[in-house]
């Protein structure tokens, strides 16, 4: 069996939504890349070449969201990457350009499936290099009092996650769940999970710029007691599975799909990122794999099948 190899779109898409924070109309255009570029964002709107190439190290922001910067450039930066970043993982490209308008990755409907649409709609192609992966060689873990992150070594990617929020609606769906990423499992369980927040909440995060763009179409709202959004939930742990999704996208920061079994408690934008810089910090707990023999690599890797169950 040949060698697995890098994927980027087949042509270039563009879509139109809003930006979750900052309120704005936002026009996102996915381009394809060559080998061994990775995710790389550009901001049309500013006059510069400065591009942000996605990077644990360039996390510069995650309140409430992951926020990339330019290290030359301050006034380059894109908020709210994770549920894009989460699409791209979970279908496994490798490679493209992400060029916006504004400073903010438009939310859609608060989940990844509108980037899911998006990118199947086009397709993917095989490049001409091997597919890089970082493999978790030793366990990893981070804390902030009770909130925990971890990764451990495993040939394939599993997550599991934990929440509790101590409020009635969230405790009746399910404060756990846990996935090996198989075939459509991300697609299936994982990728129509929304974001979700508190109305009271919502004028204190306005007050400090954030939440601008937030509404009942694009988040699950909840009041002291219950769900706000007259539909429901689309899972009935959708709470849990969110924060699987962005903890995908905040993972996948890391620049290559990882191999490994990534398990948290409570965690959020600040500690995936913690995480990952702690992998990097030393050379014994990762490495670079590529696998010469498709047939040598872990399922996760090779049953990207979602172009037919989305078309």
Do not use: C
Not at 27 to 42: D, E, W
Not at 154 to 162: H, L, N
Not at 252 to 260: A, K, R
């Amino acid at each position: 069996m040949a060698a697995l190899l890098q994927k980027t779109l087949a042509s270039d898409v563009q879509t139109t939504g809003i930006g979750m924070h900052s309120g704005r109309k936002v026009v996102l255009h996915l381009k394809p890349a060559p080998v061994n570029t990775g995710i790389v964002f550009r901001r049309i709107d500013i006059d510069t070449e400065l591009e942000i190439k996605a990077s644990a190290e360039s996390v510069i922001d995650t309140r409430m969201a992951t926020t990339i910067g330019h290290p030359e450039n301050a006034a380059l930066r894109v908020l709210t990457i994770e549920h894009l970043m989460s699409a791209l993982a979970g279908l496994g490209v490798d490679n493209a350009i992400v060029e916006v308008n504004a400073p903010e990755i438009p939310i859609m409907d608060g989940s990844a499936t509108s980037f899911v649409y998006l990118i199947m709609s086009v397709g993917l192609v095989t490049q001409d290099a091997a597919r890089q992966f970082v493999r978790i060689k030793q366990s990893v873990s981070v804390s902030d009092g009770d909130k925990t992150a971890r990764l451990d070594p495993y040939f394939g990617f599993k997550a599991r996650f934990d929440i509790e929020f101590d409020h009635p609606a969230i405790d009746e769906s399910g404060n756990h769940f846990e996935l090996d990423f198989i075939g459509d499992a991300y697609v299936k369980h994982i990728s129509r999970a929304r974001t979700f927040g508190f109305i009271q909440d919502v004028e204190a995060l306005r007050g400090i710029g954030l939440a601008r763009g937030g509404s009942l179409s694009n988040a699950i709202v909840l009041d002291e007691y219950k769900i706000l959004n007259p539909e429901g939930l689309r899972y009935d742990d959708e709470f849990v599975k969110h924060k699987i999704l962005d903890a995908l996208g905040d993972l996948y920061v890391i620049g290559h799909p990882i191999l490994g079994a990534y398990s948290a408690v409570k965690s959020g934008h600040a500690l995936n990122n913690q995480l990952l810089r702690a992998v990097l910090a030393d050379e014994q707990n990762h490495e670079i794999v590529t696998f010469d023999d498709a047939s040598d690599a872990p399922s996760f890797a090779l049953e990207k099948t979602h172009s037919e169950a989305w078309m």
